[in-house]
């Protein structure tokens, strides 16, 4: 062997050994302690399970049992057909004890029967306890017993290039594991749901993992798998719902069986380079307040138009979109402390955020006692032209509601002797009620008289 080929063997040589050398260092700077994720997924797999459901949809008849002339060989009676229709999805228990699993609204949604299925093949039929469309999350109860938990963490620790897995059931293969970065957080404006403050991942997203946990190399849960884009399959593109955002509507989720959204009460635009220069301002992130809804708890505040919101609760507002999914996780009648710029002078304000003047909800969420009934907030196109109270918009015949006696047109002014002014209000004081019974003072045409529903 000549000279110049005992140097390239050299070189090769030398190239091995320091990147065997270097191999641990690589696999540590990745946060992959021993190369590998194993001890970290064998303690997480658990906690992540299978939803399989199933909706019964009717079928249309044969165009044949139309013609009168074929119906009446039947009676008249013809029998209904109904078509099966499955589906399969992810989810992640984040309550052992309670038996708490946390899916997609989408996985769920319509369904006549869930069924979860966890890792070691045993079969549980799951209770829906709330869903949110909005986010797209919902909550279900299993009984259940020796269940491992993944309680939601920290998602405003991430950063982007964190390495995560997500995991989930893909194509109905089975549990599937896959690996890959934080490619942005805070991504916003996808038309994909109706408040949207994504983690963008490309750890491989197929269809079914819909539900999946999306954890931290350390097995943190930090965002639940909703979304790929491309539709049939994984392009590098995914997207989880972080963990803290998914936090708060599953508190009220199990609480309320729904997320009862209120409103600041601002038209709002992104604080850009121009506008900020105008308003004499160094920084160029915030939410400019263009036009205060009258009445509204913006108003209320003392808020302006021409006012930079700049925080809530101690956190920083880039844009207009973080301060409207700020706000859209919580529940009506919190209060919230505003840091705003006026005029180049820091200020700090508190608003109650508050129900919309329109807003309604069924009475069985506030009390099963009211099931059947729809209950709104009073406006001014209410003919009985009431400035308080909660309107009865709708009673099913024969519901519990309407067994009580209330009708169509009523208005609740106290409940349990409390004058209630709005849905806010009858909320608060149904949640506060003890006993059998609930104490209805209402309003009927130019009469009132008191309900007894038990």
Same mark, same amino acid.
């Given at each position: 062997?000549?000279?110049?080929?005992?140097?390239?063997?050299?070189?090769?040589?030398?190239?091995?050994?320091?990147?065997?050398?270097?191999?641990?260092?690589?696999?540590?700077?990745?946060?992959?302690?021993?190369?590998?994720?194993?001890?970290?997924?064998?303690?997480?797999?658990?906690?992540?399970?299978?939803?399989?459901?199933?909706?019964?949809?009717?079928?249309?008849?044969?165009?044949?049992?139309?013609?009168?002339?074929?119906?009446? !060989?039947?009676?008249?009676?013809?029998?209904?057909?109904?078509?099966?229709?499955?589906?399969?999805?992810?989810?992640?228990?984040?309550?052992?004890?309670?038996?708490?699993?946390?899916?997609?609204?989408?996985?769920?949604?319509?369904?006549?029967?869930?069924?979860?299925?966890?890792?070691?093949?045993?079969?549980?039929?799951?209770?829906?306890?709330?869903?949110?469309?909005?986010?797209?999350?919902?909550?279900?109860?299993?009984?259940?017993?020796?269940?491992?938990?993944?309680?939601?963490?920290?998602?405003?620790?991430?950063?982007?290039?964190?390495?995560?897995?997500?995991?989930?059931?893909?194509?109905?293969?089975?549990?599937?594991?896959?690996?890959?970065?934080?490619?942005?957080?805070?991504?916003?404006?996808?038309?994909?749901?109706?408040?949207?403050?994504?983690?963008?991942?490309?750890?491989?997203?197929?269809?079914?993992?819909?539900?999946?946990?999306?954890?931290?190399?350390?097995?943190?849960?930090?965002?639940?798998?909703?979304?790929?884009?491309?539709?049939?399959?994984?392009?590098?593109?995914?997207?989880?719902?972080?963990?803290?955002?998914?936090?708060?509507?599953?508190?009220?989720?199990?609480?309320?069986?729904?997320?009862?959204?209120?409103?600041?009460?601002?038209?709002?635009?992104?604080?850009?380079?121009?506008?900020?220069?105008?308003?004499?301002?160094?920084?160029?992130?915030?939410?400019?307040?263009?036009?205060?809804?009258?009445?509204?708890?913006?108003?209320?505040?003392?808020?302006?138009?021409?006012?930079?919101?700049?925080?809530?609760?101690?956190?920083?507002?880039?844009?207009?979109?973080?301060?409207?999914?700020?706000?859209?996780?919580?529940?009506?009648?919190?209060?919230?402390?505003?840091?705003?710029?006026?005029?180049?002078?820091?200020?700090?304000?508190?608003?109650?955020?508050?129900?919309?003047?329109?807003?309604?909800?069924?009475?069985?969420?506030?009390?099963?006692?009211?099931?059947?009934?729809?209950?709104?907030?009073?406006?001014?196109?209410?003919?009985?032209?009431?400035?308080?109270?909660?309107?009865?918009?709708?009673?099913?015949?024969?519901?519990?509601?309407?067994?009580?006696?209330?009708?169509?047109?009523?208005?609740?002014?106290?409940?349990?002797?409390?004058?209630?002014?709005?849905?806010?209000?009858?909320?608060?004081?149904?949640?506060?009620?003890?006993?059998?019974?609930?104490?209805?003072?209402?309003?009927?045409?130019?009469?009132?008289? !008191?309900?007894?529903?038990?």
């Amino acid at each position: 062997m000549n000279r110049i080929g005992s140097a390239r063997l050299l070189h090769g040589l030398l190239f091995w050994l320091m990147l065997l050398a270097w191999a641990p260092l690589m696999a540590s700077s990745a946060g992959v302690p021993g190369n590998t994720l194993a001890p970290m997924l064998k303690r997480v797999l658990p906690a992540v399970v299978n939803i399989s459901t199933t909706t019964y949809v009717a079928q249309r008849q044969n165009s044949l049992l139309d013609n009168p002339f074929y119906r009446r !060989f039947f009676g008249g009676n013809v029998p209904a057909i109904q078509r099966r229709s499955q589906s399969l999805g992810s989810g992640v228990i984040v309550d052992a004890g309670k038996g708490w699993i946390i899916t997609n609204n989408h996985v769920v949604e319509g369904a006549d029967e869930i069924t979860v299925t966890l890792r070691d093949q045993r079969s549980f039929k799951a209770k829906l306890l709330g869903a949110d469309p909005a986010v797209d999350i919902a909550l279900l109860e299993i009984e259940a017993d020796r269940l491992a938990e993944l309680p939601l963490g920290d998602s405003d620790r991430l950063q982007v290039g964190d390495f995560v897995v997500a995991i989930g059931n893909p194509f109905g293969l089975g549990q599937t594991v896959t690996y890959g970065i934080v490619s942005a957080l805070g991504r916003t404006d996808l038309g994909i749901e109706g408040y949207e403050n994504f983690i963008q991942t490309d750890a491989a997203i197929n269809p079914g993992n819909s539900g999946g946990a999306l954890v931290t190399t350390r097995g943190e849960l930090v965002g639940i798998n909703t979304a790929i884009v491309g539709g049939a399959g994984n392009i590098g593109i995914g997207f989880a719902i972080p963990a803290n955002m998914v936090k708060a509507i599953a508190t009220q989720l199990a609480r309320y069986g729904e997320v009862q959204r209120g409103q600041l009460g601002v038209v709002m635009q992104d604080l850009t380079p121009d506008l900020a220069q105008a308003f004499g301002l160094k920084r160029h992130r915030g939410a400019v307040v263009t036009q205060v809804v009258p009445g509204s708890a913006a108003e209320k505040a003392g808020l302006r138009p021409g006012d930079v919101i700049v925080g809530i609760d101690g956190k920083q507002v880039h844009d207009g979109s973080a301060l409207r999914n700020a706000i859209g996780v919580l529940r009506a009648g919190t209060p919230v402390r505003l840091e705003v710029i006026r005029e180049g002078r820091l200020m700090k304000v508190t608003a109650t955020i508050a129900l919309p003047r329109d807003a309604r909800t069924e009475g069985e969420r506030l009390s099963p006692r009211l099931a059947g009934a729809v209950l709104g907030n009073l406006d001014e196109k209410h003919p009985l032209g009431e400035s308080g109270g909660v309107a009865v918009v709708e009673v099913a015949p024969g519901s519990q509601a309407w067994e009580a006696g209330l009708r169509q047109g009523d208005v609740i002014v106290s409940v349990n002797r409390q004058a209630v002014g709005n849905l806010m209000d009858l909320s608060r004081v149904l949640a506060q009620g003890r006993g059998d019974a609930i104490l209805l003072n209402v309003r009927r045409g130019n009469g009132a008289f !008191f309900v007894v529903v038990r």
